[in-house]
Nanobody
Framework: VQLQASGGGLVQAGGSLSISCTIS????????MGWFRQAPGKEREFVAAVRRDGGYTYYADSVKGRFTISRDNAKRTLSLQMNSLRPEDTAVYYC???????????????????WGQGTQVTVSS
């Protein structure tokens, strides 16, 4: 299974950016798919996730109301629409997929067994 993230770039504070992740395997194989991010000198942190069953979405408090996660099963893609970006959103963003992710682990790195290579998002002030 391969995950390929794309769409990162440089944007001014208050702007918008959309990043995507293409998956080599059908998305129905994964109980959950998500986005994490890692800023320099910091731990990788949860951003957003979507469950296969029911399509329920989950967000970190820091991005709730600004970011929207979506999955397109036909195109095998996972997307993250980011609005009202802030300088503190600057990080490398990683897509992840989990074949056996349980609900209690959906916000944890350990809940996912496949990862993309990351895409840089930089928000200037």
């Amino acid at each position: 299974v391969q995950l390929q993230a794309s769409g990162g770039g440089l944007v001014q504070a208050g702007g918008s950016l959309s990043i995507s992740c293409t998956i080599s395997s059908p998305t129905y194989n994964f109980r959950a798919m998500g986005w994490f991010r890692q800023a320099p000198g910091k731990e990788r942190e949860f951003v957003a996730a979507v469950r296969r069953d029911g399509g329920y979405t989950y967000y970190a408090d820091s991005v709730k109301g600004r970011f929207t996660i979506s999955r397109d099963n036909a195109k095998r893609t996972l997307s993250l629409q980011m609005n009202s970006l802030r300088p503190e959103d600057t990080a490398v963003y990683y897509c992840a997929a989990g074949t056996g992710t349980i609900l209690s682990m959906i916000r944890s790195k350990d809940g996912y067994n496949y990862w993309g290579q990351g895409t840089q998002v930089t928000v200037s002030s």
